[in-house]
């Protein structure tokens, strides 16, 4: 499946030459995803990478994007990072977060996102994704990045958090989630957690559509929503439909204290008890953070509004 076109035609034939319905082009790219699923997760590359981080700061200044405390960062090593998802389609704390990374460790020390599975079934879209170092989200992959001496960049609470609705959006939403706590511990990679705000402004959810992504059979392809949400310049969409003019919501990512978990080693991966805590503790640090962002500036939007108006006249 090289091609958008070679792809379609595949999911075709599938379905007896048909053309597909919902259900049959769900099950057709569960296959294929599964079949990318195998592919060498190492390829990354970095002048590729630049060219794109360079993309990615342009993109920021539409949000007056804006990284704090890249100093406490180790210099070196991989590190596990930790950040609250946000934005829906645009995701504007991803390519900041990134961009700051390369800014301070250089293209050599790649920044591995763990990403959402079904992307690296759409033909293109997969190969950009993995040129930046992006590899479907597993333990065994994240383990395996970190044991390469690259770093992971991981959104615990996935689809769930980045689909909460607008009125949670000053909310951290790990879902529960402690798989990279267990990789922390199993690996000894320190963990660094970022909080970003203003994300969750440049489109407004309306609700996850859990229920929509139950009844459409979405769970193949491991999607447990599918948002309602309010995005220029169609209005009310469902789905993951690129919002083609986010809204300018003024961006901060604050990167936090390492937290210490020194006294901690791989047997304790297995202690539910020893998860909890850390969990805890994780979840309590990123929403002070980001209450602390939310009362410095309550009204991202507004602000950024506010400044281009300024900038106009």
Known sequence: METGEANSKSWTAQAGGRVPGIGQLIEAWGEAMEEALQEDIFQYDPEFTERVVNLMEVYGRYFDSEVRGTDRLP????????????????????????????????????????SFDPIFAIPKAKDFFRRLGQVPASAENAEAVLASGASVLVYPGGGYEIARPWTERNQVCLAGRKGFIKLALRTGAPVVPVVGHGGHSTSIVLTRGEGIAKA???????????????????????????????????????????LDWSHLGPEDAEKPDVLEQCYREVESVMQRALDALVEENPFPLARRLRKLARRTR
């Open 75 to 114: 210099d070196s090593g991989p590190v596990l990072v930790v950040g609250n998802h946000s934005g829906l389609n645009s995701e504007p704390d991803t390519p900041a977060m990134m961009a700051a990374w390369y800014r301070k460790r250089g293209f050599e020390q790649p920044l591995t996102v763990l």
């Open 216 to 258: 459409l059979g979405l769970n193949k392809l491991r999607f447990d929503v599918m948002p309602v949400a309010f995005a220029l310049p169609w209005g009310v969409v469902l789905g993951p439909i690129p919002a083609l003019l986010p809204l300018p919501a003024k961006v901060t990512v604050q990167v936090c204290e390492p």
